[in-house]
């Protein structure tokens, strides 16, 4: 099966396998960890150098959890430099698409999956590989479908435009033992509407990575940013 073109692209990288290789922790930690943080970064990396200085000052900032989109040609060599140099994060690869993305992401040094809609390929190759996965849905039967290949835990993308916390709600209200990672649309402004809700373990998002700070190497202002994202889960009513 031809794979699909994140995955012909990522193929492409160049890497080390012995050298990218890390002790994952176990599936049910990295989603431990993400419900203490409830914030997940989800980045877009266009230049690799940059990803250990990122990461470690998201980390600094309270925001060990880190989602690596693999929407760049520099995505792979970003998780690898990020999960071998930076000790306290936890890294994950978002926007993956097939099985093959997987096991590239994994063995990049990726902890986590999480992907924009639902494929039994990808979650089955993460199952295999004891992997936690994420697998994204915006329907009540995509959520049943991802419930009966033994996921629960799911990313309601994109969430603002698919019903935001209402739609977390009326799901939540026949499945109550599935909790959510609403990505899409989320924002300083209405994340508190999600961490109100007992059934979203993290909300996913970019607001606090400024392009031009990641541009400029102002770390200290991506810290400070990461520190008030992180305030907002302990400002709740």
Same mark, same amino acid.
């Given at each position: 099966?031809?794979?699909?073109?994140?995955?012909?692209?990522?193929?492409?990288?160049?890497?080390?396998?012995?050298?990218?290789?890390?002790s994952l922790?176990p599936?049910?930690d990295?989603?431990?960890?993400?419900?203490?943080?409830r914030?997940?970064?989800v980045?877009?990396i @266009?230049?690799a150098?940059?990803?250990?200085?990122l990461?470690?000052?998201l980390?600094?900032?309270?925001?060990?959890?880190?989602e690596?989109t693999?929407?760049?040609?520099?995505?792979?060599?970003?998780?690898q430099?990020?999960a071998?140099?930076?000790?306290?994060?936890?890294v994950?690869a978002?926007?993956?698409t097939?099985?093959?993305?997987?096991?590239?992401?994994?063995?990049a040094?990726a902890?986590?999956?999480v992907?924009?809609?639902?494929?039994?390929?990808?979650?089955?190759a993460?199952?295999?590989?004891?992997?936690?996965?994420?697998?994204?849905?915006?329907?009540?039967?995509?959520?049943?479908?991802?419930?009966?290949?033994g996921?629960?835990?799911?990313?309601?993308?994109?969430a @603002?435009?698919?019903?935001?916390?209402?739609?977390?709600?009326?799901?939540?209200?026949?499945w109550?033992?599935?909790?959510?990672m609403?990505?899409?649309?989320?924002?300083?402004?209405?994340?508190?509407?999600?961490f109100?809700?007992p059934?979203v373990?993290?909300v996913g998002?970019?607001?606090?990575?400024?392009?031009?700070?990641?541009g400029?190497?102002d770390w200290?202002s991506?810290?400070?940013?990461?520190?008030t994202a992180?305030?907002?889960?302990? @400002?709740?009513?």
């Amino acid at each position: 099966m031809d794979p699909s073109p994140i995955a012909r692209r990522v193929t492409g990288a160049t890497m080390t396998n012995e050298s990218s290789l890390k002790s994952l922790s176990p599936a049910s930690d990295v989603i431990a960890a993400m419900g203490k943080v409830r914030v997940v970064p989800v980045l877009t990396i @266009e230049d690799a150098e940059s990803a250990p200085n990122l990461v470690s000052a998201l980390v600094a900032g309270g925001l060990r959890v880190v989602e690596v989109t693999l929407r760049t040609p520099a995505a792979l060599q970003a998780i690898q430099r990020a999960a071998n140099e930076v000790a306290d994060a936890v890294v994950g690869a978002g926007s993956v698409t097939s099985s093959s993305a997987v096991g590239i992401a994994i063995d990049a040094g990726a902890q986590f999956i999480v992907s924009p809609g639902l494929d039994e390929g990808v979650i089955t190759a993460c199952l295999d590989r004891g992997v936690a996965v994420i697998p994204g849905i915006a329907t009540a039967s995509e959520l049943l479908h991802a419930i009966a290949l033994g996921v629960d835990v799911v990313k309601l993308f994109p969430a @603002e435009v698919v019903g935001g916390p209402a739609m977390i709600s009326a799901l939540s209200a026949v499945w109550p033992d599935v909790r959510f990672m609403p990505t899409g649309g989320i924002s300083a402004t209405n994340a508190r509407n999600y961490f109100t809700l007992p059934q979203v373990l993290a909300v996913g998002g970019s607001w606090m990575v400024s392009s031009s700070a990641v541009g400029t190497g102002d770390w200290a202002s991506i810290t400070a940013s990461a520190v008030t994202a992180l305030e907002l889960t302990r @400002e709740l009513p």
